[in-house]
């Protein structure tokens, strides 16, 4: 009796020291340890456990070698590109570690989760252990089906250290992490896949890169979804699906900081981007004031531009340094060694008797470099960047095939000139299943700034691919065109189909000079999605297949250049990418805001283009008359003769400034015709409505497409919320094209510019003028009405029947007109010759 009386008092004497802790359902954490741990053992890449990861110590970077100015770095050979290479520091990397094989294909040696989620994302990048990957500010995964590619260039030295990957994900509390995968892959080699699960917070992960994965020069990296609903089987609840990559956690980590460092002329390829995926190139040139070096820099600057191809980059010059180096950035100075020392202390002795490129270590940032062009005068200068840009630029060689757009997509895309065929694997697109309800894919084509097609033309898509019988009639197969629907195959049938190349037109109204995307989707209905049971969102029957033997077929079509088209400068460059002769450059003051504009603007034209254009500074207008010219400013120090030439009001400069755009506009009175005439609020203008409504819907004709000639442009006045605008019109003899670049003062020019340095902003320029309101705003576009044709081919009866076709095509009324005058002079021959011939 005792035994159990005393076990009870023990369990009471227990039951308030359990009451004190409940029951904790969170994953174990371990204390923090006095000190590090040993290292894991090397295991097969295992999936990462979605919860919160554990803390870890950081690995310290070895110290970086002390600044010596006593040590100057080696001077680099002038170009080409593949130049000898500066002597890297004596200095052994760290060995590499052996991965694991798994199933033939390499895979990591291990994996570890990163810091806290809540630890800083931005830490001191200047050492250079982090190499951000993401060449855009946001990287998501829509849909059902889908994968980013891009490629990134690596130096010899980064793809031979010991490397990590680290990548953050978030995704949509819609997505089923049971039925759902994100995998990553580098060089073809899948070195990631796991199921998606992080819709509460983020996921991080860190995996060690094995050994043969990385290589010197360019690497392709691909995320890619297979996403699923939890419990919609609706094709309306796909768009609930989505896998954000966070930027500013997705970089490749080094543990030394000196790989980092540039030896050679090709290691600029490889500046990378910062943590929004963005480049910047930080021109340090104490002379900057000097008109003289004007002309120089800006062909020093479309050299670097062509060199990087970067989608997202920009310029910043300055007369000194201005804060550290960070992620992304490439700091060049330029200049005479008098010009120089006192900011690069350990600039070479070598810069005082020859013009040299050289790398050395900026003294802010200890292991980082920076460019250094140098020599004992400015004309020796030139000759030193004429020789660096030549190395780079592409005059005079053949015909352009591709576009590049490596850096974004992965792959270069094709330019097209003419009648070309081309199949789906030769544009990345291979041969695949899918289960799911929404399939989705895409691809870029490329056509030349002299595209003159928008009103005639189709193309055509000889699509391979197959459905099982469970999908219904209802389904559709549809295709895009840079966003805009081009046309649409419904399946009307039920029993399943094998399609071989099935004909699907597209019109050629919505491709424009440059790049053009193409995506591909098919909507696919079954009676198990329409009953949506339990589990049906993860089921993996495939119904439908897409193959590589599908091709894409572009026609021939009308080659002339119209002026203005702002689009063909921001595709192509042109017509800055043609002929040998300077381009007038025309710049409100010579600052460091407006250069860094001009640079920026020209360091895309000469990507576009493919080429290093040779400028001219001018500061007189009247010697510009009969060439190709860029302007830049303020529109207060634009000369009204040129606003009037780009059809601008020239009372603007008066009425468009920063001022005035904080001020609220007055109102203006409201009177009883203006609400008629702005509401049509009469019997005229409802009947001209109602005509031209029937007309859209029956015939798809607008009234602007009702008409004899393209009518003439009026002038524009840019309105109190514009930061800046784009425009372009032909020059008074019509002979060369004016482009202009006008804001209200440097401050929103020089922003403006940066806005419009991103891929996607540059890719919205069109029309004559495009207007920047600012940010998170859309831009506006001023479409062209009149506008001038410019031969880019000698003449041909084949070529100019198309642009006749094109024409009027553009303008029916004129159309109608011909037709009708020729069927008048058609009967009046007829009766003429049956009068002579014919019975009295």
């Keep these: 009796m005792m035994k159990p009386l005393a076990f009870l008092f023990v369990l009471v004497a227990a039951f308030p020291a359990w009451s004190q802790s409940p029951f904790d359902m969170s994953p174990e954490r371990?204390?923090?340890?006095?000190?590090?741990?040993?290292?894991?053992?090397?295991?097969?890449?295992?999936?990462?456990?979605?919860?919160?990861?554990?803390?870890?110590?950081?690995?310290?970077?070895?110290?970086?070698?002390?600044?010596?100015?006593?040590?100057?770095?080696?001077?680099?050979?002038?170009?080409?590109?593949?130049?000898?290479?500066?002597?890297?520091?004596?200095?052994?990397?760290?060995?590499?570690?052996?991965?694991?094989?798994?199933?033939?294909?390499?895979?990591?040696?291990?994996?570890?989760?990163?810091?806290?989620?809540?630890?800083?994302?931005?830490?001191?990048?200047?050492?250079?252990?982090?190499?951000?990957?993401?060449?855009?500010?946001?990287?998501?995964?829509?849909?059902?089906?889908?994968?980013?590619?891009?490629?990134?260039?690596?130096?010899?030295?980064?793809?031979?250290?010991?490397?990590?990957?680290?990548?953050?994900?978030?995704?949509?509390?819609?997505?089923?992490?049971?039925?759902?995968?994100?995998?990553?892959?580098?060089?073809?080699?899948?070195?990631?896949?796991?199921?998606?699960?992080?819709?509460d917070r983020p996921a991080e992960h860190v995996i060690d890169l094995p050994a043969g994965i990385l290589k010197a020069g360019s690497n392709v990296i691909r995320f890619g979804a297979d996403q699923r609903h939890r419990t919609d089987c609706t094709i309306e609840s796909t768009f609930e699906l989505w896998t954000a990559i966070d930027p500013e956690k997705t970089y490749l980590s080094f543990d030394d900081p000196k790989v980092s460092r540039l030896n050679r002329l090709d290691d600029l390829r490889a500046v990378g981007v910062d943590g929004h995926g963005n480049t910047r190139f930080r021109l340090i040139v104490p002379a900057l004031d000097q008109i003289g070096a004007t002309d120089v820099l800006m062909r020093l600057t479309q050299a670097l531009s062509l060199m990087s191809g970067m989608p997202n980059q920009s310029f910043d010059f300055q007369k000194s340094p201005q804060g550290p180096l960070q992620a992304g950035e490439l700091m060049v100075f330029v200049g005479t060694p008098e010009e120089l020392r006192p900011l690069l202390p350990n600039l070479t002795a070598a810069a005082s008797s020859a013009a040299v490129a050289s790398f050395a270590e900026y003294?802010?940032?200890?292991?980082?470099?920076?460019?250094?062009?140098?020599?004992?005068?400015?004309?020796?200068?030139?000759?030193?960047?004429?020789?660096?840009?030549?190395?780079?630029?592409?005059?005079?060689?053949?015909?352009?095939?591709?576009?590049?757009?490596?850096?974004?997509?992965?792959?270069?895309?094709?330019?097209?000139?003419?009648?070309?065929?081309?199949?789906?694997?030769?544009?990345?697109?291979?041969?695949?299943?899918?289960?799911?309800?929404?399939?989705?894919?895409?691809?870029?084509?490329?056509?030349?700034?002299?595209?003159?097609a928008n009103a005639y033309g189709e193309a055509r898509i000889l699509l391979d691919a197959a459905y099982v019988p469970e999908v219904q009639a209802g389904s559709h197969i549809d295709v895009f065109v840079n966003g805009n629907i081009a046309s649409t195959i419904p399946i009307t049938s039920n029993g399943g189909a094998v399609l071989r190349h099935l004909p699907i037109k597209l019109t050629l109204q919505h491709f424009k000079p440059g790049v053009n995307t193409i995506v591909l989707e098919a909507s696919l209905i079954t009676a198990a999605d329409r009953a949506c049971a339990p589990g049906a969102t993860g089921e993996n029957k495939s119904r439908f297949a897409l193959f590589g033997s599908s091709q894409f077929e572009m026609p021939d079509f009308a080659r002339i250049a119209q002026v203005p088209n702002l689009a063909a400068t921001a595709g192509t460059g042109f017509p800055y990418g043609l002929g040998s002769d300077p381009v007038s450059l025309f710049l409100g003051r010579i600052d460091e805001k407006t250069l860094s504009s001009t640079a920026t603007l020209l360091g895309k034209i000469a990507v576009a283009s493919h080429r290093v254009m040779p400028i001219s500074v001018t500061i007189s207008t009247a010697r510009i008359a009969g060439r190709n010219a860029i302007f830049v400013g303020s529109i207060s120090e634009f000369p009204a003769n040129v606003l009037s030439q780009l059809k601008i009001d020239p009372s603007s400069r008066n009425s468009w400034s920063e001022e005035l755009n904080r001020a609220p506009a007055p109102q203006k009175s409201l009177t009883l015709q203006d609400?008629?005439?702005?509401?049509?609020?009469?019997?005229?203008?409802?009947?001209?409505?109602?005509?031209?409504?029937?007309a859209k819907r029956n015939f798809d004709l607008s009234a602007t497409m009702l008409r004899f000639a393209p009518p003439t442009d009026e002038m524009y006045s840019p309105p109190k919320t514009a930061d800046m605008i784009l425009a372009q019109d032909s020059d008074p003899t019509e002979l060369g094209t004016w482009t202009a670049l006008i804001s209200t003062d440097d401050d929103s020019l020089y922003e403006g510019m940066n806005a419009f340095s991103t891929r996607q902003a540059w890719d919205r320029l069109a029309g004559r003028i495009t207007v920047y309101n600012g940010p998170n705003t859309d831009t506006d576009v001023i479409p062209v009405s009149w506008f001038r044709f410019m031969p880019t081919a000698p003449f041909s009866i084949f070529n100019a029947r198309l642009i006749a076709a094109n024409w009027l095509s553009d303008n029916i009324m004129s159309y109608g007109l011909l037709l009708v005058a020729g069927a008048v002079l058609l009967g009046l021959a007829t009766g003429g010759m049956l009068s002579r011939l014919g019975r009295k």
């Design 363 to 452: 003294p802010a940032n200890a292991g980082a470099s920076v460019l250094a062009l140098s020599g004992p005068s400015w004309p020796a200068l030139q000759g030193l960047i004429d020789s660096f840009a030549a190395s780079v630029d592409t005059t005079g060689t053949q015909r352009r095939e591709t576009l590049a757009t490596a850096n974004w997509r992965g792959l270069d895309t094709p330019f097209l000139f003419s009648n070309s065929v081309l199949d789906f694997s030769s544009l990345g697109i291979q041969s695949q299943e899918f289960s799911g309800r929404l399939f989705r894919t895409e691809f870029t084509i490329g056509v030349p700034a002299d595209f003159y």
């Design 30 to 199: 371990p204390a923090q340890p006095a000190a590090p741990a040993p290292p894991p053992r090397p295991a097969p890449l295992q999936p990462a456990p979605q919860t919160a990861p554990q803390a870890v110590k950081p690995v310290a970077p070895s110290a970086p070698a002390p600044f010596s100015a006593a040590s100057p770095p080696k001077p680099v050979s002038p170009p080409p590109a593949n130049a000898p290479a500066v002597a890297p520091p004596a200095s052994a990397p760290p060995p590499l570690q052996q991965p694991n094989a798994i199933g033939g294909t390499t895979a990591p040696a291990a994996t570890s989760p990163t810091a806290p989620a809540n630890a800083p994302a931005n830490v001191d990048v200047a050492d250079g252990t982090r190499r951000y990957l993401v060449p855009a500010e946001t990287l998501r995964i829509n849909g059902e089906i889908g994968q980013r590619s891009w490629s990134i260039h690596l130096t010899a030295e980064q793809a031979a250290a010991p490397t990590k990957l680290h990548f953050s994900y978030q995704n949509s509390v819609f997505v089923a992490p049971e039925a759902s995968r994100l995998s990553v892959n580098i060089n073809d080699v899948e070195i990631y896949k796991d199921r998606i699960s992080a819709s």
């Design 675 to 694: 609400w008629q005439q702005r509401n049509g609020d009469n019997f005229i203008s409802r009947q001209f409505s109602g005509l031209a409504d029937w």
